[in-house]
Each structure stands twice: as structure tokens, then as C-alpha cells.
């Protein structure tokens, strides 16, 4: 088990969804990050949190929008997805941003119909 | 590019050998981190290294690390067929940047 817990594990959505995929965490850590992760590649980030502020954005395009409710919860939200935006998602937190070690959840499996 | 790049690609080896895989990356660090992704889940942090020092050993796990040359290595030592896993390295370089990865199978 991991101590990163990431829902749901898989999700299906066709491109006029709008749907959401969450991440929590409970080890006081205040940096929070996604990556997206392609078949045999590997992660690529995405957002980064640091104390529920977002601190990078890596260009991605607005039809992803994350969210920080508070220092446990980390929210991407999805909408207008095309078909190559199916991939693992990854949720990962750290005790503070950079230089930290890393802790991932299993991440959710998403298909875009 | 990736920061950082791992070589080789793939990798087979027999429960019991030692298994070395290599990672180059192109600007200055503070440190570098490697971790292992099993088949379907998230990646698990192994070692971090600091870009003061030049080995730095967990358990079965040896991590070399030599700024001049920009290169870290790790040894996985008798091998098993657990340890049969995708692994890559990830530098800070500013964020969190992870290079191609190892696949290593390991025998039984």
C-alpha cells in the first residue's frame, strides 16, 4: 500500500466529460506534484503545489486544471480531453518542494474514448 | 532532451548477478534521486544522493555519483526476481526531471 492514494484507479471518459481525479495524502507533506506518464516513458510533470500555491505549471493546456483544497488534497480536473491525453497520471508528494524525496500513489489509468 | 538519461535501455540478467545501470545528465545538481517503477504502479524513491558525495550504499543498493563527468550509476547487488522493475533517475536541476529509465527483467 502507499501512502499517496490516488482515485479512481481507472477511468474511461469520452472527450466532452468533465471529470476529476484526486490524490490525498496524510504525511504533512507540503509540496504535492502530477505528472502524466505515457506507455514505456518516463513522467513528465505537470503542476507542481508548494503550501497549497501553485508553483510551476509546465505549459500544459487549460483543458487540465488542478486544484488544492488544502494541504492533504490535490484535484486535476478534466475537460475537452482528446485521445492523446490517455496515460497514467501521477500523483506524488514531498515534505517541501525540491530536493526532497518523492513519494508516488499508484496513479489513475486514463482512457479517452 | 531529458536531464537525464539512462543507459542501458534494457537490461536481463539471472537471479544472482549484479545488475548496473547508468545515468548521464547535462546541468549542475544538488542532488539525484533514483526510483523503481513496478508494472502498473507508482514510481518508489530508492537513494538520494548529494552532489558532495560520491557513493552512498542501501542494502543491496550502490549509488556513485561523479559531478565531473555529470554521471551516477546504480549497482544492484545478487540480484532478484523482484527486483525485476523499471528504474530511473531524477535530478533537481530547478524541478523534479526523471530521465528514460532501465527496464531490468531478472531471471529466476
Known amino acids: 500500500d502507499t501512502e499517496v492514494t490516488q482515485t479512481p484507479k481507472h477511468l474511461v471518459m469520452g472527450m466532452t466529460n468533465k471529470k476529476s481525479l484526486k490524490c490525498e495524502q496524510h504525511m504533512g507533506h507540503r509540496a504535492m506534484y502530477w505528472y502524466k506518464q505515457k506507455a514505456k516513458k518516463p513522467p513528465e510533470l505537470m503542476f507542481v503545489?508548494?503550501?497549497?500555491?501553485?508553483?510551476i505549471n509546465e505549459s500544459v493546456p487549460s483543458r487540465f486544471s488542478p486544484e488544492c483544497p488544502n494541504s492533504s488534497l490535490l484535484n486535476l480536473h478534466l475537460h475537452a480531453l482528446q485521445p492523446e491525453d490517455s496515460a497514467l497520471y501521477l500523483c506524488a508528494s514531498s515534505l517541501r518542494q525540491l530536493y526532497q524525496p518523492q513519494h508516488f500513489g499508484d496513479g489513475t489509468r486514463l482512457s479517452i474514448l | 532532451s531529458q536531464q537525464g538519461e539512462e543507459d542501458p535501455q534494457a537490461l536481463s540478467i539471472q537471479e544472482g548477478e549484479n545488475a548496473t545501470m547508468n545515468c548521464s545528465y547535462k546541468?549542475?545538481?544538488?542532488?539525484l534521486q533514483w526510483y523503481r517503477q513496478n508494472s502498473g504502479r507508482g514510481l518508489v524513491h530508492l537513494i538520494l544522493i548529494r552532489s558532495n558525495e560520491r557513493e552512498k550504499h542501501s542494502g543491496r543498493l550502490r549509488v556513485t555519483l561523479d559531478t565531473s563527468k555529470k554521471s551516477s550509476s546504480l549497482l544492484i547487488t545478487a540480484s532478484r526476481a523482484a527486483d525485476t522493475a523499471s528504474y530511473f533517475c531524477a535530478t533537481d536541476a530547478g524541478k523534479s526531471t526523471f530521465g528514460d529509465g532501465t527496464t531490468l527483467t531478472v531471471k529466476p
Open positions: 503545489y508548494s503550501y497549497e500555491k501553485l508553483s
Open positions: 546541468t549542475s545538481i544538488n542532488n
